[in-house]
């Protein structure tokens, strides 16, 4: 620190800058090596990668989802901390520095959250705190000794792991403290209603001075709006500057500008040629409504994420007359409007947008204020002298000192401060340090004290926290949205940074749930955690590339060697498989998944339990009851002191008979017109697709069959079959009816359903499958068994089949042997599809049904939405009444394709 600020904080000893700069390594810790990992040769640690970051997306997806996403964050970035290789020094400044990039979020937490939020910091850090509410230190003590704390710190726990310990042991918690803190609110606003004085209804006049001071607020009477000081359309909230202060006046303990420098005057006149041209402007731009007092010199509030620029003419009431608006800028480019005219008129200003200045003030750097910093306490000069110790540059060390502010402060409006701050002898900052309490311009004038003690140039800055919108769809600047913060001067972008240490309770702050729905704004940039969203996304696509081309999967390797296919060949099968089993539906979830939650369902609903009885047992062998008395006197007078003569008794799982099997029987078209590309895609690739999908999904079915004991012994056995047809008469068995889905029928599917000819074959497809379910019947009554499987047959066609009344009589005997026919039409060629299949018998019940794919990319989910709506009849009847919510929702989500 320069000699001069060290002798205002009592002589604090110059000390040697740390071997490392913390914030640059806590910004290497927390974005991760992962671009080093892209330059791996290994293609099982660029598979291990991969899963990683999906995980790390799926986490983030989750943490934009949340009411309480700081929590999140807090938790991903303590892991990247904890999960490295540091050194016994680096781990506790490293989470010292990110305990003062995050604790800002606590101001935007309702009180309780934001308590157990800082709790935490304090945890992370391994430094003490004292929290407000009784319940904050039960919880963390409960953390602690389940070991969850420990857990969600770990960067070796999976994301996975922590969502579910979060959702299970967090969420619920501080839901729980978020409607506590809403119901206090509104007893708190109910009984500190006061009579609203008179409210202003138009700008105030500039000011050369901002004294800080601590006020209760007045609460308006309920259902009463406060007037609007400024209207802005549309809605828009954030940070609104108005003004900027270098220099603080000891004396008075006042914030004033050390000079003003005024450029760059434009006069708008009221006249039909300066009306707001709409279609100049872009849709970021934003409004400014006003009724400005003639004569008057008025400060314009504009967020950091917009600017006035004077080629973009002035919006106001159509009238004419010699009435003007003089537009000035101060040399920080704050603006100034001054109403010429003989009685107060409304205006209207375009503020257009400034993505670069996000956060950023404008301005030339100025010295550090002069504050007087004798009285500090031992514990901020310590604090004062690690940052400068162990910081670089004036934002990593205005962050620590912002850090340290909202540490140390505590939020409180009480005016009774304002007289003790005022008359302490040993100044302003060290009462503050002493009490403790501040709002937002106390809190962000002790800041800058800090920075000036470091050093560090900064400025306070005056204006307004908007938030929410009315019902017009407009935001508001009244009476009660004064806010005050700072700005510091980056040394290394050479640029004025916004930087905000009010602590947390501050209710401008405070993120609140609106009636009218979101807002957008500037409402100040959360700290980044590691790498952003867009970076994961690109990591993602350039390690699944790499991954690719490192090496072949064992899928495709076993692909290869089961099917005799080169590796080439079986990488497209499985890429295919993959593509397959990743339909998603509409809402975004994955038709695989759905399908498996059903089945599992169906398992289970299948199977009951009944006791049964193993032995005979020694009672040291955990026999119970004794089962042959006589067995047991005779082992005794034999001189057995624990003859093998007890049972134990055990549950023994029984399936329930309904059907006994489930046949899904799969016709493709292979006529040529499935060549053509539709949306995109090629009719027969989505065809193969849908039947990839089909059978793998049948096929993992069938192994939870056997693992829960089911399909051995045959109370259900599960079977697909996949043919398809090239004209009237050539039928091609792509996979043979089993309950396997080999190797082999991988490959011949890819190679049958990709290979056109020239006709339409629906009656000779249908009539096969006729014939071979007939067979099978006649062979189960031949040996005295009752068949009694349920049969689905789907059939694909993008054209008029070449006889319908065939078609339909097929389907009449088909259902005659307890099997339902779908047929679906590929794209809108096969619009009659629906028609044809639509069939009847003689009772007037449906029997067969059509469907069709407008949309190709949809064929896949629609063919699993009709094995569904069949599969369900595999549910016993009175296990069905349980499932039925379950069922519901799940043939829901697929009633939404097609």
């Known amino acids: 620190m320069e000699e001069t600020r060290l002798s205002q904080a009592e002589n604090m000893v110059e000390t040697q800058a740390a071997d490392f700069d913390v914030d640059t390594r806590l910004g290497e810790v927390l974005r991760g090596e992962w671009q080093g990992r892209l330059q791996t040769e290994s293609y099982e640690e660029a598979s291990e990668s991969l899963g990683e970051v999906r995980a ?8 934009g989802r949340s009411t309480f996403s700081p929590f999140y964050q807090l938790f991903e970035s303590a892991g990247a901390i904890n999960g490295s290789e540091l050194t016994g020094t680096e781990a506790p400044l490293l989470r010292e520095a990110l305990v003062d990039r995050l604790i800002g979020q606590s101001r935007h937490l309702s009180p309780r959250v934001s308590d157990l939020y800082q709790a935490l910091l304090a945890e992370l850090e391994g430094s003490a705190y004292n929290p407000e509410f009784e319940s904050t230190s039960a919880k963390v003590q409960e953390l602690r000794e389940s070991g969850d704390l420990d857990l969600l710190f770990d960067g070796n726990v999976p994301y996975a792991v922590k969502l579910n310990r979060i959702k299970t042991r967090l969420e619920g918690e501080l839901s729980g403290r978020s409607a506590l803190d809403r119901r206090d609110k509104k ?5 500190e209603t006061s009579e609203s ?17 601590m006020d209760e607020m007045e609460r308006s009477k309920e259902g009463e709006t406060p007037s609007a000081i400024w209207t802005i359309a549309p809605g828009y909230g954030g940070y609104y500057r108005e003004q900027s202060f270098d220099t603080w006046d000891t004396a008075t303990n006042t914030w004033r500008q050390s000079e003003y420098r005024f450029s760059s005057e434009q006069k708008l006149e009221f006249d039909s040629d300066t009306w707001f041209d709409r279609d100049k402007v872009d849709k970021d731009t934003i409004r400014i409504r006003a009724t400005l007092v003639p004569g008057q010199a008025t400060r314009v509030p504009i967020p950091y994420t917009h600017y006035y620029s004077d080629h973009v003419p002035l919006y106001s009431w159509p009238e004419k007359g010699s009435d003007r608006l003089e537009v000035t800028f101060d040399q920080n480019g704050d603006a100034i409007v001054t109403l010429i005219a003989t009685e107060p008129r409304t205006v209207q ?5 400034d993505a670069k200045k996000l956060r950023h003030g404008r301005g030339e750097m100025t010295s550090p204020p002069h504050f007087e910093l004798q009285g500090l306490s031992p514990e901020t000069l310590e604090r004062l002298q690690e940052i400068h110790r162990t910081k670089k540059g004036n934002l990593a060390k205005a962050r620590a000192a912002a850090g340290w502010t909202m540490r140390r402060l505590k939020y409180s409006n009480v005016s009774s401060f304002n007289q003790t701050y005022d008359t302490d002898p040993r100044g302003y900052i060290a009462a503050i340090d002493e009490h403790k309490q501040a709002d937002c311009d106390v809190a962000n004038t002790y800041f800058a004290g800090l920075c000036s003690a470091l050093g560090i140039p900064v400025r306070h800055v005056v204006g307004h926290m908007v938030k929410g919108k009315d019902d017009e769809g407009h935001s508001r600047i009244t009476s009660g949205t004064g806010h005050a913060w700072s700005e510091i001067w980056d040394d290394q972008a050479n640029e004025w940074v916004r930087i905000d240490a009010t602590p947390a309770g501050d209710p401008q702050l405070e993120e609140q749930q609106k009636s009218n729905g979101p807002v957008p704004g500037d409402y100040g940039e959360q700290e980044a955690v590691g790498p952003t969203d867009e970076q994961l996304a690109k990591l993602e696509e350039d390690l699944a590339s790499l991954t690719e081309r490192l090496s072949y999967t064992q899928s495709e390797r076993e692909l290869s060697e089961a099917a005799g296919v080169e590796l080439p060949e079986a990488r497209q099968i499985v890429k295919e498989i993959t593509e397959a089993e990743n339909t998603r539906l509409p809402d975004g979830k994955r038709v695989v998944d759905l399908l498996s939650q059903l089945f599992s369902l169906i398992v289970e609903a299948r199977k009951t339990v009944i006791p049964d ?16 008395i006589v067995a047991h006197k005779i082992g005794i007078r034999a001189g057995e002191t624990d003859p093998r003569s007890r049972q134990k008794e055990y549950e023994q799982p029984h399936v329930e008979q309904v059907y006994s099997g489930f046949d899904v029987y799969l016709s493709g078209d292979k006529s040529g017109s499935m060549g053509q590309t539709v949306d995109g895609e090629t009719k027969w690739r989505m065809q193969r697709r849908a039947a990839y ?8 079915f069938g192994q939870n069959l056997d693992r829960a004991g089911l399909r051995s012994t045959e109370a259900l056995s599960l079977r697909s079959e996949g043919l398809s047809f090239r004209d009237s008469e050539t039928i091609d068995v792509d996979k043979p009816i089993s309950g396997e889905f080999t190797a082999s029928d991988k490959v011949t599917m890819w190679h049958s359903l990709g290979n056109q000819g020239s006709g339409n074959g629906d009656v000779a497809s249908l009539s ?17 068994k009752t068949d009694n499987r349920l049969r689905i047959v789907i059939a694909c066609s993008d054209g008029y089949p070449d006889n319908p009344a065939g078609v339909r009589e097929l389907a009449r005997q088909l259902a005659e042997m307890n099997a339902v026919v779908i047929g679906i039409g590929l794209t809108e060629t096969a619009a009659s599809i629906p028609i044809i299949f639509n069939v009847e018998d003689e009772q007037g019940r449906q029997i067969a049904r059509g469907d069709i794919a ?3 990319n949809d064929l896949p989910a629609i063919v699993a939405k009709h094995v569904v709506r069949e599969a369900v009849r595999l549910f016993p009847e009175k296990s069905r009444k349980s499932a039925e919510r379950i069922m519901a929702a799940i043939l829901d989500k697929f009633n939404q394709v097609g």
Do not use: C, H, M
């Open 56 to 63: 790390l997306r799926e986490w983030r997806r989750e943490t």
């Open 187 to 191: 007893a708190k606003e109910t009984t």
């Open 197 to 213: 004085t008179n409210q202003p209804q138009t700008p105030p006049p500039t000011r050369d001075e901002s004294k800080p001071s």
């Open 349 to 353: 200003l375009v503020l257009l947008k």
């Open 613 to 628: 009885y193993t032995g005979p047992l020694r009672k040291r062998e955990g026999g119970e009851e004794i089962d042959d």
């Open 693 to 700: 999908l089909i059978f793998s999904s049948l096929y993992r």
């Open 768 to 784: 096969y499958i006729r014939d071979q379910i007939a067979a099978e019947r006649e062979a189960a009554e031949a040996s005295g």
């Open 854 to 856: 407008r949309d190709i």
